[in-house]
Each structure stands twice: as structure tokens, then as C-alpha cells.
């Protein structure tokens, strides 16, 4: 019996039968850069983001508020009855008095600090949400690329299937004609339903998939576009993981906003201070109104009484010296103390947790260049083991075990070779975003590397794999 290479049955299976599911067709594919703009322009996260900064940075016209002149105006409405035992006497007065206040910090201290406070909340502020704008990066990348991993197994899992599925029929065949026994069938027909079960939910896996871009995105897809397997995989540039921390510590968003959450605690801690300083304040005040509002129906030093309307104006400065105000001034100064601290605290736990992330995601990168060098070597060396595996399997020095095994050990190692694909892609997104130099253009880049007319089940596998599968069919069948 003429061998067939397992990997050139997966190629026949997925080209010829199309298992479970057709690709879209062409015009029903999406990229990687459209998916993020879908991302951007409908993602419920990033839209309650910006609605978060727009209130938050109105803090700062409301602590300017504090140090702009502030006008006011009134009036006052009264009926006064006055009466007397001796003599006998009732007198009624109504009055009615309008009045405008203008009044113009001086010397405010405490809401200078309250302003400088604002100023650093809302550079926080605009730098988080710059964090999430960027994370939104990422995470399109990785819900596109979750879709892609979960098509390469499936893939992957449909053409095992059908391996199981080819050597289950032989197996039979051997059996009928009394080359093996019984235990030989059963033993496939196991390790295909094992397979025939490990498709299902591949399929699901990628049901999954696909709705994770629908919550992320607001729209249904039908397909993506796939990544080539020509994508350069290199080592981060520079290779050097000082310089790639070097720059999280100076560019890495999150750890920006920690830095202006420490100066908007400092500034807390000044204006609370300041609340035991005095203020001066300028106060100009007009009012105009009825005689009996000023008192004036009264005879006066001459001896005579005034019934017309009144106008009076006042200019002055208001000084106020803070003396005591029950331990409230001194509590609020403790307390910004320790908000200070933990703001402190909190952003040198965060910069750790950065140096570490970028480090770790470093060695990742590198870890993953040779990870897909392994992983795609590793899948001829099964290959051949599983060719070696079938011959003795032919002249009796192998069972049929040995043979499942070395089918399962070669479609492992397709599956764990597109993993490492995506995850070295991943990984370059994620050491990006820990430097703070993840941006839309990094998407773009990727972009360039993908197949509009990807097929995860004839594109699963690298091109020179598959070229040599379908020799080796060909060369089987002549």
C-alpha cells in the first residue's frame, strides 16, 4: 500500500471536501485596521471613557470659578408693624430694596492650589483616557487574532479528523482481510470520535470568537482576513530590554497619570494647608429702594421727613482671619497627608509593575522568534516520525497506537506552531503598549501581511508545507 502523508490528506480534505464550513466570499472580508475603526467608532467602553473626560475635566473652570469675580442680586420684601402702650401708638412700614453685589478675590490662597489641583486631575484624566484609547488598540488585535487562532484549529482539528478518519477505514480494510484485529478498530474508532468531539468545539471556539468582535465592535462578521505565513518574525528593535524600559518609564501612559495623581494630591495637600491663612476679598455693593428701607420716614435734624426713593452704594475690602473651626482645617490636612502617601504608593507599585510587564514581554518576543521556528521544525520532524511510524506499522514493528499517537503529536504541532505565530504578534502589541508607543500604525504594519482571500482550511498550514503535502499526494496516487 503506497504511503500518503497525513499533512497531504489534511490538504486533499480541506481543498476538496470544505468539511464543515465555506469562507466568505472576497467582498465579505474585513481587515485588521477596519475591524479597530469599527472598534473606535462604536465600542461602548471607549465611548464611556470620553464621556468620563468630559466630565472630568470640567473641574478646572470650576476651581477657576473660585478666583473670578462673582456678582449677585436680590431683593428684599418686608412689612414692619411697630406698636406702643403710652402713648397709644401703631405705625406700619413696608419697604422694598434691590440690591446688586460684586465681589473680587484678592488674596485666595487655598483656591489658587484648588486650581492647580484641577489643572493636574485633568491632565490625568486626558492621559487615561489616552490609556484606553490605546488599550482599545490591543484589544482589537486580540479579539481579530483570537478569530484567526481559532480558524487555524479548527482547521487544524477538521483535517486530524480526517486523518483519524483515514486510518479508521483502514483499519477496517485491514481487518476484513485478516491483517489485524479487532482491537486495531476500536482503537481508531476512539481516537476518531476523540477527534470527531475535538471539532466540535473547535467549532464553537470559533462562534466564540467571532462574538467577542461583535461585543467589541457593535457589528457582525462573517469572515476576516487571514495572516501570511510570510510575516517577519524578529526580535523587538532595539533588542535591549534597559531601553525598552527606559522608555515605558517615560512614555507609558498609565505610569504618566500616576505622575499628575501625585501632583494633584500635592496640590490638595497645599490648599488644605492654606485654609488657615486669611483672605481678602474686594466687595462693591449698590441698592436702591423705598425710603422705609433705609429708615428714613422718621423726622431728621431739621425736622422734616423724606418720602422718595433711595440709592445707596458701598465699596470696600473684607479681610477674614480663620481662628477655629472645631479641628476641621487640621483634620482635612491629616487626611490629605495620607492621600498623598498612598497616591505615592500607588504610583511606585505602578511603575514596578511596568518595569516588570516590559521585561517579561521582552523576553517574550524572544522567546516567541524561536518559538515559531521550533514549532514549524517541529512539525516535519512529526511528520517524518509519523511516515517512519506507518512503515513499521506495515511490517509489524508498530502497533496501531503507535500510529494514533504519532498523528495526534503532528497535528499538535500544527496547532502549537499557529499559536506561537499569534502570540509572538500579540506579544509585539503588548510590549509596544507597556513602552507607550502602541499606536494605530503598528495595526497598519500588520496589515500588510494579510490575505484577503485567507482560507483557514487550505491556509493553515505554511506555504512550503503545503506545496510538499500536495507532492506527496501526487506522488502517492501515480
Do not use: C
Request: avoid cysteine.
Amino acid at each position: 500500500m503506497l504511503r500518503k502523508l497525513s499533512l497531504a490528506i489534511a490538504v486533499s480534505w480541506a481543498t476538496n471536501a470544505m468539511a464543515l464550513d465555506t469562507p466568505a466570499p472576497l467582498s465579505s472580508q474585513n481587515g485588521l485596521v477596519s475591524v479597530y475603526q469599527e472598534a473606535v467608532d462604536n465600542n461602548a467602553d471607549l465611548a464611556a471613557a470620553r464621556a468620563s473626560y468630559s466630565a472630568q475635566k470640567e473641574v478646572v473652570p470650576q476651581a477657576r470659578a473660585g478666583l473670578l469675580p462673582n456678582l449677585s442680586g436680590g431683593a428684599e420684601s418686608s412689612n414692619v408693624r411697630t406698636s406702643i402702650d403710652r402713648p397709644s401708638l401703631t405705625t406700619t412700614r413696608s419697604a422694598v430694596v434691590y440690591q446688586a453685589t460684586l465681589a473680587q478675590p484678592l488674596f485666595r490662597i487655598d483656591r489658587w492650589f484648588q486650581l492647580k489641583a484641577a489643572e493636574s486631575i485633568n491632565e490625568q484624566a486626558a492621559l487615561q483616557l489616552s490609556a484606553t484609547e490605546q488599550n482599545l488598540i490591543l484589544q482589537s488585535a486580540n479579539a481579530y487574532f483570537s478569530v484567526l487562532r481559532a480558524q487555524d484549529t479548527l482547521a487544524a482539528t477538521k483535517a486530524e479528523e480526517a486523518a483519524f478518519k483515514r486510518q479508521l477505514d483502514q483499519s477496517r480494510e485491514r481487518f476484513d482481510v485478516g491483517l489485524s484485529d479487532k482491537t486495531d478498530v476500536l482503537q481508531s474508532q476512539a481516537s476518531f470520535d476523540t477527534a470527531r468531539a475535538n471539532r466540535m468545539l473547535a467549532q464553537r471556539q470559533v462562534e466564540d470568537a467571532f462574538e467577542a468582535l461583535v461585543t467589541l465592535t457593535n457589528r457582525q462578521y462573517i469572515a476576516i482576513e487571514g495572516m501570511r505565513h510570510s510575516l517577519p518574525i524578529l526580535p523587538p528593535m532595539p533588542n535591549d530590554a534597559k531601553a525598552w524600559v527606559d522608555t515605558a518609564a517615560q512614555q507609558n501612559l498609565n505610569l504618566l497619570a500616576s505622575n499628575f495623581a501625585v501632583d494633584a494630591a500635592q496640590e490638595t495637600l497645599k490648599q488644605r494647608k492654606a485654609g488657615h491663612a486669611p483672605t481678602v476679598d474686594a466687595v462693591a455693593q449698590y441698592k436702591t429702594g423705598d425710603n422705609d428701607a433705609f429708615g428714613l420716614t422718621n423726622p431728621n435734624a431739621l425736622n422734616q421727613r423724606y418720602g422718595g426713593p433711595v440709592n445707596q452704594t458701598s465699596i470696600g475690602v473684607q479681610l477674614n482671619i480663620p481662628i477655629y473651626s472645631g479641628g476641621l482645617t487640621s483634620s482635612q490636612v491629616r487626611e490629605s497627608y495620607s492621600r498623598l502617601d498612598q497616591t505615592e504608593q500607588q504610583r511606585e507599585q505602578l511603575r514596578r509593575q511596568v518595569v516588570e510587564n516590559t521585561r517579561n514581554l521582552h523576553r517574550a518576543v524572544n522567546t516567541d522568534v524561536e518559538q515559531v521556528k521550533a514549532r514549524k521544525q517541529s512539525i516535519i520532524s512529526n511528520q517524518s516520525a509519523l511516515e517512519a511510524t506507518e512503515i513499521g506499522y506495515q511490517v509489524g514493528t508498530r502497533n496501531i497506537v503507535d500510529v494514533l499517537d504519532a498523528q495526534r503529536q503532528l497535528y499538535n504541532s500544527v496547532r502549537d506552531y499557529n499559536n506561537s505565530r499569534y502570540d509572538y504578534i500579540l506579544d509585539n502589541l503588548r510590549l509596544k503598549q507597556a513602552a507607550g508607543t502602541l499606536s494605530p500604525g503598528d495595526l497598519d504594519a500588520l496589515s500588510r501581511y494579510l490575505k484577503a482571500d485567507y482560507n483557514p482550511d487550505k491556509d493553515f498550514l505554511p506555504p512550503d508545507l503545503a506545496k510538499e503535502a500536495a507532492a506527496n499526494i501526487r506522488n502517492a496516487g501515480s
